[in-house]
């Protein structure tokens, strides 16, 4: 007797199986079918789409992932990194392959109403909740082929709800762990935060190198009510031969804060959006982003700084290291809407090549609707490592290798240094050295 062949593609049979399999309320059903029935609708992107110009699917085969199957055993180790294993936490969610494998949240939060826990769970212990705030006012399913394809088959994530006028001073921390061998991650991120409250949220997602290709399409809702203040941070770590699709979209009310930081490392694709949606007066953003490329992987994201309230701020820093035959895309815009008056928006993209066989396309953009704005400017540079800055530390001993290292290191460390938790950072710093390290500008 043979074992059962996993099944593999993104079908209709697939979705009513992972539908039987789970316990969930029929709303959640009814959004799975509805999200189905929007992917079948829409066409699958293509160059000749503008967002998608520089980006070629003809690779990807998502006949061959098998979009779900049973639970891999762990190891039984902690997810916790061990350089943060001694950092006081608010809260940890730790999941392998859509199960959650660690879980804790400080007692005292629990008395004051915060809610931190894995989204399976919270569909079902605060339905209320996810009904009002997934995938309905941030990132519908019809917002795009691959947000259509992640509501049918999201398999598990993360859900932070704080309540209103609570701060939180220590970080949530959420790892998920994936096999990605052949498989696909469909993470879902959830964060709410009420009136005038705080928090600050870290992730990351991670697999190791398969054989086969993996896939993953991820999206991360941020909705932030009057008042309230968040830092958010999302390092992606998956292994060279994942193809990762993503969406982090903040929704932000009147006189809200948020720091959206983004740090890409691993994929050998990633397409995404980042974008800030300021919606009430007096809301504020910045967005920070991170990404180191070599080999032959290929990023390309596009951001979003949307005012759509008077007196609001948006700043944008995304800096990129390039090598080999790695390429970059970035595309921005900043859009201000005619409610939009004593806007101020920034844009500045960076990027340093360290091969001559690398490239970056950068690729900012201003869209403004009103008149009566402070200020909105953007910039963009892609460059070779400066022979002056190289040439003045081999005069102290250094060699070109050492010295590229140390003008990277440089280049990058003011958006690592934003990174909130500090073992995390540590880390950061050090897989950057790790990767630089014996490269010499060409």
Not at 107 to 122: N, Y
Not at 237 to 266: A, C, I, M, P
Request: with cysteine; glycine share 8%; proline share 4%.
């Amino acid at each position: 007797m043979t074992a059962p062949t996993a099944r593999r593609g993104f079908t209709e049979e697939a979705v009513t199986e992972l539908i039987a399999r789970r316990a969930e309320p029929d709303w959640m059903r009814a959004r799975r079918l509805d999200a189905w029935n929007t992917y079948q609708q829409i066409p699958m992107p293509t160059r000749f789409d503008e967002e998608w110009r520089r980006t070629d699917l003809r690779n990807l085969k998502l006949d061959d992932v098998q979009p779900f199957g049973e639970v891999h055993p762990t190891s039984g180790g902690s997810l916790v990194p061990e350089a943060e294993r001694e950092e006081q936490m608010a809260g940890f969610l730790g999941l392998q392959d859509g199960r959650p494998v660690e879980y804790r949240l400080d007692d005292s939060l629990k008395a004051k109403g915060v809610i931190f826990t894995d989204l399976a769970t919270a569909v079902r212990e605060h339905g209320d909740l996810i009904r009002e705030y997934f995938m309905t006012r941030c990132v519908p399913a019809s917002d795009g082929k691959f947000a259509a394809l992640h509501g049918a088959f999201w398999e598990n994530g993360a859900f932070l709800y704080v309540p209103r006028g609570v701060t939180v001073e220590l970080p949530f921390r959420t790892i998920v762990a994936s096999s990605l061998d052949g498989t696909a991650s469909l993470a879902h991120t959830l964060i709410v935060l009420d009136e005038g409250s705080q928090a600050t949220f870290a992730e990351d997602f991670t697999s190791p190198t398969a054989q086969r290709a993996g896939f993953s399409t991820r999206v991360t809702e941020l909705i932030l009510k009057q008042g309230a203040n968040l830092h958010y941070v999302g390092v992606q770590r998956w292994g060279r031969k994942v193809n990762d699709f993503h969406t982090e979209r903040v929704l932000l009310g009147r006189d809200s804060t948020v720091t959206l930081q983004t740090v890409e490392f691993g994929s050998q694709l990633s397409k995404g959006r980042v974008e800030a949606i300021l919606q009430g007066d007096g809301a504020s953003a910045k967005l920070l982003g991170l990404y180191l490329e070599d080999g032959t992987q290929h990023f390309d994201r596009y951001t979003l700084q949307d005012h759509n309230a008077s007196s609001g701020m948006s700043d944008l820093l995304f800096k990129g290291v390039v090598t080999d035959k790695a390429r970059s895309v970035f595309s921005g815009l900043i859009r201000v809407s005619p409610d939009g008056k004593k806007t101020a928006a920034y844009q500045q993209n960076r990027n340093l090549l360290l091969s001559r066989t690398a490239r970056a396309d950068s690729i900012p953009n201003l869209e403004i609707g009103c008149n009566d704005i402070v200020g909105c400017s953007h910039g963009a540079t892609v460059g070779k490592v400066d022979e002056e800055q190289l040439f003045y530390l081999m005069c102290r001993g250094l060699n070109r290798a050492e010295a590229t290292q140390l003008i990277v290191e440089g280049f990058v460390d003011p958006l690592v240094e934003a990174v909130p938790i500090l073992p995390l950072r540590a880390a950061l710093r050090a897989e950057i050295s790790a990767r630089v390290r014996g490269r010499e500008a060409d």
